[in-house]
């Protein structure tokens, strides 16, 4: 923990009164955002096959970007959508 806020506070002066946004932008230059951004896509397209397995695929799209993994227990917890019964065909 010393260590993550020794490289947060690094280069800030505590007593100026825009420490805590450089202090905030430390942190977010620590994050690994292309491992996120990837991961996301991962979750995304898990989503999409698990909505068109169930008929849903824009569901399972949206639940997946916006719960990641947890979307996909909502998706698979809806009931498969079956195709709607059309008239019986003309003689």
Known sequence: MDELLAKA??????????AFLHIYLNLLN???WAA???WSVAFVVIGAV???LRG???EGIVWSATLGP???IVI???PVRRPRAGPPPLK
């Open 56 to 58: 849903r695929v824009v």
């Open 50 to 52: 698990l909505g068109w």
């Open 36 to 38: 996120m951004f990837w």
């Open 30 to 32: 620590l994050m690994p």
């Open 9 to 18: 506070s690094q280069g800030v002066d505590p007593d100026s009164p825009d």
């Open 70 to 72: 947890i979307g996909w």
């Open 76 to 78: 698979l917890m809806k």
